[in-house]
């Protein structure tokens, strides 16, 4: 019994200790494993929030550029306007029959450095009447001399230019200023 009595409590230690030892490691495994899935959470939940201002900054940015672009625009469109006010490009005959004379000079020192300054701003129909004009100058430089109904023809391309703009502008007002 004396050896018995010895022993038990020796017994009682290491079982004790091994108890507490096996509870322990319980204990930090599920605090790990939790830990770990508060850190996923987490993690998760800030790379919504991060995902989140990168679209709206994405976003916003894409506005800011397109408001950008539409003011660079409209500042285009007035400069083209009062261009075309203050350079008599195409004069009208009072005569009915007689051709509208188009002053090709005016046109290329004053309006048409203009148009091509932004020209990827302007909208397609313009872009495209002005192209119409550089050609039909081009060819009249080539030939030195204009055909009978080129004349009519770039006036209209030029008046079309003109009426565009306006209604662009119109358009701008319309939508953006109240």
Known sequence: MDIFNMVL???TLVLGSWSAYLIQVKNFERTRD????KLASQFEQEREKLEKQFNFE???QESQ?????????????????????ENKVVEFSRYQGEEPDFDEQVYKEKV???????FHLLKKE????????????????FYEEADRGDSELIADYYMNIKKAVKEELEEFRRNYIK
């Open 9 to 11: 409590p020796i017994v």
């Open 34 to 37: 939790w830990d770990q899935k």
């Open 58 to 60: 994405s976003q916003n």
């Open 65 to 85: 550029f397109i408001k950008e672009q539409l003011l660079k625009k409209v500042e285009l469109y007035n400069k083209i306007l009062k261009a075309i006010g």
């Open 112 to 118: 048409r450095p203009i148009l091509y300054e932004s």
């Open 126 to 141: 313009i872009a495209e009447d002005v192209i119409k004009i550089d050609d039909m100058s081009d060819r009249w430089e």
